[in-house]
C-alpha cells in the first residue's frame, strides 16, 4: 500500500467546514488537528490514488481562501521479523473475510433499484402468491430463493452504524419500493384470486406471536454474519426472506380480497419482522465493531446508531404489545369455545 501524508494549513476559522468534508470520506487512513491562534494544521494520512480526490475537494471547498498551503510527503512503512510473525496468526484468521471499509463499500456500491432487483421483486412475488393460492411450501421457498430482501435490510444497518445519512436516506428508498411493488401485484393476485383463510401457508400469516420475534431477530443476525465473514449464501436470503416476502404477499392478497381483520394481524407481523431485522442488523455489526474508526466520524456514528435503535425499540414495544393483545383475545376466544 503506497501512502501519502498530506500537511493542510488553513485559517482556523475553518476547522469546522474541514472536519465536515473529511467526514465525508470513508476511504480515510487517519488525520490529526493541531492549531496555534492564527492558524490550523491538518495531517492526513491516505493511499497514494486518493490524494487528487483530496485536493480538488479542498480547492472546491475553500476557493476563497489565498493563504492556505498544501504539502505531500511520502510515508514508508518497514516491517520487522517480529511483525511478521505476530501478524501470521492474525492473516490466518483474516483470509477472505472484508474489512469495514470494503463492507461498506461493498453495501454502497450494490444498493440500487435497477431493472433486475425490480424483475427479481415482481418474479418473487408471483411465485409466493401462486405458492400461497396452491397451499405449497416449496414453491414459496423457491420464491424466497431469488428474492432480492437481503442487501437493503442489512445496508440499512451498515448506514446506521457508520452514520451514513446518505446512504440511509437510498437504502430506506430501495427497500420501500421494493416493498410497495412487491404488495401492489400481491394486491392485484388478491382481487383475482379470493384467499382462502383455511390454507396452512396463509393461515400460518395471518397470526403473529413472540416466536415470530425471535425467528426475525436470528435471521437478522445471520443476514449481518453474512456480510462480515465475506459470504451472501442463498440461505441466508432465504432466512431474511422467510421474515419478510411471504407474510407480506399473504398482506396484499388479504387487502385485495377485503378481509381486513386478518390484513390488520398481518400487518403486525410484517412491522415486527421489519423492526427486529434492522435491531437485530444494528446489534450484530455493532458488537463486530463494524462502523467508522475515526473519532470524528464515531462520534457522529454512535449518535445516529443510538437515535435509531431507540426509535426501533420503541416501536417493537408498540408492537409487542399489540401482539400481546392478538394473544390474550385469542386465548379468550379459545376459553369461550370450550365451555
Known amino acids: 500500500m503506497n501512502l501519502r501524508l498530506v500537511k493542510v494549513f488553513l485559517a482556523v476559522c475553518e476547522e469546522q467546514n474541514v472536519r465536515k468534508l473529511l467526514s465525508s470520506y470513508s476511504w ?3 488525520a490529526s488537528f493541531s492549531k496555534s491562534q492564527q492558524q490550523l494544521l491538518i495531517k492526513i494520512l491516505l493511499e497514494e490514488k486518493q490524494v487528487e480526490t483530496l485536493v480538488n475537494d479542498l480547492k472546491k471547498k475553500f476557493p476563497h481562501l489565498e493563504d492556505w498551503q498544501l504539502s505531500i510527503l511520502p510515508v514508508e512503512i518497514k516491517s ?4 511478521l510473525t505476530s501478524s501470521k496468526s492474525w492473516q490466518t484468521d483474516q483470509v477472505n473475510r472484508p474489512d469495514k471499509k470494503e463492507i461498506y463499500q461493498q453495501i454502497s456500491q450494490s444498493i440500487r433499484l435497477d431493472s433486475t432487483e425490480v424483475s427479481l421483486v ?4 408471483t411465485i409466493a402468491a401462486i405458492g400461497l393460492v396452491q397451499n405449497s411450501e416449496v414453491v414459496i421457498i423457491g420464491a424466497m430463493v431469488i428474492a432480492p430482501l437481503l442487501k437493503p435490510n442489512m445496508a440499512l444497518g451498515v448506514a446506521t452504524t457508520f452514520g451514513d445519512l446518505s446512504l440511509a436516506i437510498r437504502t430506506i428508498k430501495v427497500g420501500l419500493t421494493e ?5 401492489v401485484l400481491s394486491i392485484l393476485f388478491g382481487i383475482l384470486v379470493p384467499v382462502n383463510l383455511e390454507m396452512n401457508e396463509i393461515a400460518m400469516r395471518t397470526s403473529v406471536n413472540f416466536s415470530d420475534v425471535i425467528l426475525a431477530f436470528a435471521s437478522g443476525v445471520a443476514g449481518a454474519i453474512s456480510l462480515t465473514v465475506g459470504e451472501q449464501k442463498a440461505v441466508v436470503g432465504v432466512m431474511v426472506s422467510v421474515a419478510l416476502l411471504p407474510p407480506l404477499v399473504v398482506f396484499g392478497m388479504l387487502i385485495g380480497s377485503m378481509l381486513w381483520e ?3 394481524e398481518t400487518a403486525v407481523l410484517v412491522s415486527t419482522n421489519i ?9 450484530t455489526f455493532w458488537v463486530q465493531d463494524i462502523r467508522p474508526q475515526q ?7 454512535n449518535k445516529i446508531t443510538r437515535i435509531a435503535t431507540i426509535f426501533w425499540l420503541v416501536i417493537l414495544a408498540i408492537l ?6 392478538f394473544q390474550l383475545k385469542e386465548a379468550n376466544a379459545q376459553l369461550l369455545l370450550t365451555k
Do not use: G, H, R, Y
Request: aromatic letters at 10%.
Open 28 to 30: 480515510l487512513e487517519t
Open 122 to 125: 415482481i418474479l418473487a412475488t
Open 262 to 264: 386478518s390484513a390488520i
Open 80 to 83: 520487522t521479523p517480529a511483525d
Open 179 to 183: 416493498i410497495l411493488i412487491s404488495l
Open 295 to 301: 473519532w470524528w466520524q464515531k462520534f457522529q456514528a
Open 275 to 283: 423492526v427486529c431485522l434492522n435491531l437485530a442488523a444494528i446489534a
Open 320 to 325: 409487542i404489545s399489540v401482539i400481546f393483545m
